[in-house]
């Protein structure tokens, strides 16, 4: 087992169905699409059509909520990429952003104390 099959094991991933914007660090292209599934550690969307992504890329990625225009931007990197998705690990989150993402996934996941092992566990991994 790779360490990074290790790492998303550790992390509840919840079907999320919501718009995301995607642009290179440069902000010199941009490409808009839908997620499909959302972690602590990164997130699954609908890959856009005319984008060159390999693994390793990186770009950053705004997740649209439309509910009080919350907006929640991570700077990413390529995981994997297929025909029809493309996987991102996040690198970088400020804090307003992992405070909404946080609040995000406790609802979705129904259960506290799960998402409090989850950010326990990205804490561990990351020193």
Not at 32 to 48: E, K, T, Y
Not at 52 to 64: N, P, T, V, Y
Request: negative net charge.
């Amino acid at each position: 087992m790779t360490h990074q099959d290790s790492q998303r094991r550790h992390f509840t991933r919840i079907p999320f169905d919501a718009e995301y914007k995607l642009h290179t660090a440069d902000s010199s292209k941009h490409w808009q699409g839908i997620i499909l599934d959302l972690s602590l550690h990164g997130v699954l969307v609908q890959r856009p059509e005319d984008i060159q992504a390999s693994r390793g890329d990186e770009f950053i990625l705004d997740l649209i909520l439309n509910a009080n225009d919350v907006n929640i931007q991570m700077e990413v990197h390529v995981a994997h990429s297929h025909d029809t998705f493309i996987g991102f690990e996040c690198k970088h989150i400020d804090l307003d952003s992992m405070t909404h993402l946080r609040r995000v996934l406790e609802l979705n996941l129904g259960d506290p104390m799960l998402l409090e092992r989850e950010l326990n566990e990205m804490i561990h991994l990351k020193e």
